[in-house]
């Protein structure tokens, strides 16, 4: 059974989720939170935005401390759930990330890289050069023409403190994805995002919050809230941020409206957080005149009865691991990111499926060869046969004679005399496929299958048929690029010369 180790490190506490089962059916085998230690040095240190995301000296000793009590809780939780060394998901609170989205017109894959970081530099305050950079494209099948394009960053020094952290409790990080994405990832899986509906997506702690506007696999913005605690704070959300709160969700679907023209407008908003506080958003957010949804992480989630509430961006991360799409965005360093491994591993799969199929098609050329030498065999023998011709034979039987062994010479012949061989079909396959794509099966059939739209002397036709895989970060891509083989492959002149269509 599939099973996904998800560690989510906030702005007030340290989750660890491990899920079982599949993406549809998750079920909930472990947790464990502990709360992050009160002091503001770390924290300012990996914020990527506003006054308090200050650059102090890279191993001071405040930054050292909190780090080392950072590290002494999730070693705590760690050793409750039993874990020593693991792969796992980490996602890291969205004020550490900077989130862009915006649209391009719609390019060639192997362009995207270079167009889309000139572009995104409009957008960043920050030198691209300075951050840990990931992007994903999404392109509408109603609009082709243009790219939708989510833009991630964060700082190379926050992504060294992070990494600081795994490696001193001896976890492999998989990835490093936003907070919003996993939340988007949670509410995609429970129902509570309908396709094609944009939602607004509220997820609180204790001093700050997050408002995202989403639709789909699309994060249309991501805006941070932020109340710094004073010595007069209680226990709970303070009212300056709930107010705030309702004051920049106004104003984030206010530019999300002007921004992102004729896009769906918001629907509902949906709250994430402490019973408490979802109860006290839900009264205070009826001025915007949108209804307002509590945030249920456990709605199709088996044995989450006795979880905590405020476990949804770590669910929401773990169930990444039971998802079968293509992976998503990753912020760890590229050198570290394990998608090379992954592809890797992909190709070795793929390889040996290829050595099978090739042994699969070695023995069916075998039988192939066979059945073709025995009714060679019995066609030489029926011409032994036929040469004694009986003298009462009448000239309507000699006709049919001559008539069948013409069709039957007729059908050796372009067999024969095919214009591609089967190994030069192969060859040519191979060198037509694109980048990222792997031919999985290939094979010349049913050489002798009668074609009932096919009148004639020669009734026969030949079948190639084709099986492979094209890989990349988003399904349109896929599509467009088997596609394009495809069309490739018609216009071939080697499969011209062969195949009727």
């Known amino acids: 059974m599939a099973s996904s180790l998800a560690i989510y490190i906030g702005t007030e506490n340290v989750d660890i989720v491990s899920l079982s089962g599949s993406f549809q059916h998750p079920n909930l085998a472990s947790f464990a939170r502990a709360k992050l230690p009160q002091q503001g040095s770390w924290r300012e240190q990996v914020r990527v935005e506003g006054p308090q995301a200050t650059e102090t000296t890279p191993h001071s000793p405040t930054e050292s401390n909190d780090q080392e009590a950072i590290s002494r809780s999730i070693q705590a939780i760690l050793a409750k759930l039993g874990v020593s060394s693991q792969q796992i998901y980490a996602a890291i609170a969205s004020e550490s990330v900077v989130i862009r989205c915006f649209q391009m017109p719609s390019i060639p894959s192997h362009e995207r890289r270079m167009a889309i970081a000139f572009e995104a530099k409009k957008y960043l305050p920050f030198k691209l050069e ?91 913005l991501s805006r941070n809230v932020t109340i710094l605690p004073t010595s007069e704070s209680v226990e709970g959300t303070p009212s300056e941020l709930l107010e705030a709160l309702l004051n920049e969700t106004r104003v984030s679907i206010d530019y999300y409206r002007r921004r992102f023209l004729g896009e769906p407008t918001v629907s509902k908003i949906l709250v994430f957080g402490k ?49 079968n799409r293509p992976a998503g965005i990753n912020l760890l360093p590229p050198e570290q990111r394990r998608t090379s491994h992954d592809l890797l591993k992909l190709l070795a799969l793929q390889t040996t499926a290829a050595v099978i199929a090739l042994a699969i098609w070695y023995s069916f050329s075998v039988a192939d060869l066979k059945n073709f030498e025995q009714k060679l065999a019995l066609l030489r023998s029926q011409q032994i046969r036929d040469a004694q011709i009986q003298p009462n034979a009448t000239l309507q039987q000699l006709k049919e004679l001559r008539s069948q062994r013409a069709r039957e010479k007729q059908f050796l012949n372009s067999f024969s ?50 099986i492979g ?5 988003n399904r349109e891509v896929e599509l467009e690029k088997v596609n394009q083989f495809l069309a490739t492959v018609q216009d071939n002149p080697v499969f011209k010369s062969s195949f009727a269509k």
């Open 130 to 220: 300075e951050l840990v950079t990931d992007y994903q494209v999404i392109i509408r099948r109603s609009d082709p023409s243009l790219m939708r394009v989510m833009f991630f960053g964060v700082k190379k020094s926050s992504v060294a403190i992070y990494s600081s952290l795994f490696q001193s409790n001896k976890l492999i990080p998989l990835c490093v994805e936003p907070a919003p994405l996993s939340l988007m990832r949670l509410v995609r899986q429970n129902g509570q995002l309908p396709a094609s509906q944009v939602v607004a997506i509220l997820s609180m702690e204790h001093d700050s919050a997050t408002i995202s506007i989403a639709r789909d696999d699309l994060l249309y």
């Open 275 to 323: 019973p408490e506080d979802q109860t006290r958003i839900k009264e205070l957010f009826g001025t915007l005149e949108l209804p307002v949804e509590i945030g249920d992480p456990y709605k199709k989630l088996t044995g989450g009865k006795m979880a905590p509430p405020g476990l949804g961006v770590a669910i929401g991360l773990a169930l990444r691991g039971l998802d």
């Open 417 to 466: 005399n095919a214009p591609a061989t089967p190994s030069s079909l192969l060859v040519e396959l191979a060198r037509l496929l694109p980048p990222e794509s792997w031919l999985q099966y290939a094979m010349l059939k049913n050489v002798t299958e009668l074609d009932p739209q096919k009148a004639g002397p020669n009734p026969y036709r030949l079948l190639f048929r084709i």
């Open 469 to 473: 895989d094209a890989y990349a970060n």
